[in-house]
């Protein structure tokens, strides 16, 4: 569907999420023929020699994303360079000019560290920059506890209306993630099961191979919970447990939203070391390469967490005692993400000994990436005449095999609904603050009682400690063949 004609400034546009997401999303958005003809791309940047630089660098990355040549220039006729550095502001003039007075819809998508979303905001309307129609972008984290979220979403309040404050998460864009509401709720067949009538448990695991890449200085500080968990994680904890909304729209989706972080049960004080795990690489190996640890990446020692695993569990009717482990973290043996819930066994086996060694419990697996689809593990009779035997088996369904069409990038669907004024696949602020309300007496308690991390090799699946918070309840984690 074609979005109404905008212009989309990007501050930190020299970044590396802009050069690696934002441009490519919105050249390949460009090409589809999606973006009206007199669009526009504003690229702040503060560094002069960025003006002349920063295209051929976009044109370089969009080369290597494999879009063909004459779909680049295209795209970078779209952009306007804007020279302005974010907190001075009689250098907004320039960003004014490069304006004019177009009735376009005006987005600005501030792509910068979160001490910056203040003085933006505040200098965007100081010099009259924005229209009544003006929507303002925030990239996560929002923040770096309640406090500072806080202060950001009140100063923001004060400047655009909820209704235009786009707070976004990519993982809300992924396409798997989104089917998660038409698995539910478009399926009597899960919906019915969904609760702890049937569920056992449910493991959500985001495995990176990457490490530190380019981003030491933000990364270290802020650590895997804040740059991982207190977002993603939890947005695709949530997800999986809302109550069904009346309607797909953002206010009935946020409102259940908010419902399940409110009904998280709070770990405080000695339950921090009880029901979480932090823990930081050490060297090891990935796909056959060595790889460096943590502190020898970064130059020299911290007791910055890059893995993290917690058992939680929500107080509600539906979900009162199942757990869910969550676990995610840099280095490890594969880039995996993938939601399993295991059901509860059959409660009485009328097969007789020898069938199988045991009745495994379904269990459903959404594999966020790769070879995103959904798996569903069934006990199936072996063929033959001889003796009854029953195996485990998978009913596989692939996005690759089962679509002709192309998955889009996250960006790439986020971006079009800033500028088509949709907000279910943002998040409201009161979702924002009530992650961070749960996490912050977690990240509090880890200086008490677990200040230094727990090694793990990189290339493994995380600390040993990791494995024993599950294996402490029977269970185990379900990692990839
Ligand atoms: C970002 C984090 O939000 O998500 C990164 O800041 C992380 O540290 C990235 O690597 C993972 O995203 P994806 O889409 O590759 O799973």
């Known amino acids: 569907t074609p979005v109404p004609p905008f212009d989309l400034v990007i501050f930190g546009a020299g970044g590396d999420l802009a050069l690696r997401k934002l441009f490519p999303a919105l050249a390949q958005r460009n ?10 791309v504003l690229a702040v940047v503060r560094k002069e020699e960025d003006v002349e630089g920063l295209p051929k660098q976009i044109a370089q990355r969009l080369h290597e994303d494999g879009i063909p040549k004459d779909q680049i220039e295209p795209f970078l006729r779209r952009l306007t360079m804007v020279l302005l550095d974010a907190v001075k502001p009689e250098t907004y003039k320039a960003l004014k000019t490069a304006l004019g007075d177009s009735d376009r819809v005006r987005s600005f998508y501030l792509s910068t560290p979160p001490d910056l979303f203040i003085p933006i905001c505040e200098n965007l309307a100081g010099a009259d920059i924005l229209t009544p129609t003006s929507r303002v972008i925030l990239e996560k984290p929002l923040g770096r506890d309640l406090a500072s979220a806080r202060q950001i979403n009140d100063a923001v309040a004060r400047i655009l209306p909820e209704s235009r404050t ?11 993630v989104q089917n998660l509401l038409v698995l539910r709720f478009a399926n009597t067949l899960f919906e019915r099961s969904w609760s702890s009538r049937d569920i056992d448990h449910v493991q959500i ?19 895997h919970m804040r740059d991982m968990v207190q977002n993603h994680l939890m947005q695709l904890l949530t997800l999986f447990a809302i109550e069904p909304p009346n309607m797909l729209e953002a206010g009935a989706v946020r409102d259940e939203k908010i419902k399940v972080l409110k009904a998280l049960r709070p770990i ?26 943590y502190a020898e990446e970064l130059g020299h020692g911290s007791n910055t967490e890059t893995f993290v695993a917690i058992r939680c569990e929500l107080d ?30 059959v409660p009485h086996s009328i097969f007789g000994n020898g069938t199988c060694d045991r009745l495994d419990a379904n269990r ?4 966020l990436q790769p070879n995103d689809g959904v798996q569903l593990q069934l006990m199936m009779k072996v063929p033959g005449s001889g003796r009854l035997k029953i195996v ?24 079009t609904d800033v500028i088509r004024g949709d907000q279910t696949l943002f998040m409201h602020r009161d979702e924002v603050e009530q992650a961070w309300a749960w996490v912050d007496p977690i990240i509090a308690g880890w200086q008490d009682y677990t200040p230094h991390p727990h090694r793990y090799a990189a290339g493994s699946w995380g600390p040993s400690q990791a494995i024993g918070l599950i294996e402490r309840d029977a269970r185990s984690w379900a990692d990839p063949d």
């Open 205 to 223: 695991t985001v495995a990176e191979t990457v490490g530190l890449e380019q981003r030491a200085g933000y990364y270290d500080k802020a650590g």
């Open 166 to 176: 786009y707070r976004i998460d990519h993982y809300l864009g992924k396409e798997t």
């Open 31 to 40: 090409r589809e023929g999606v973006l009206p003809g007199e669009s526009r």
């Open 268 to 293: 405080v004080g000695p339950d921090v070391q009880r029901y979480t795990v932090r823990g930081q690489y050490g060297p090891g190996q990935i796909d056959g390469q060595r790889v460096r640890g």
């Open 392 to 415: 485990p088996r998978q009913l596989d369904l692939r996005y690759s095999t089962a679509f002709d069409e192309r998955t889009p990038d996250a960006y790439e669907r986020l971006l």
């Open 316 to 345: 509600s009717w539906r979900w009162a005692g199942v757990p869910i482990y969550l676990r995610t973290g840099k280095r490890m043996a594969q880039r995996y993400s993938e939601i399993v819930v295991t059901f509860k066994p």
């Open 364 to 367: 459903l697996f959404i594999r």
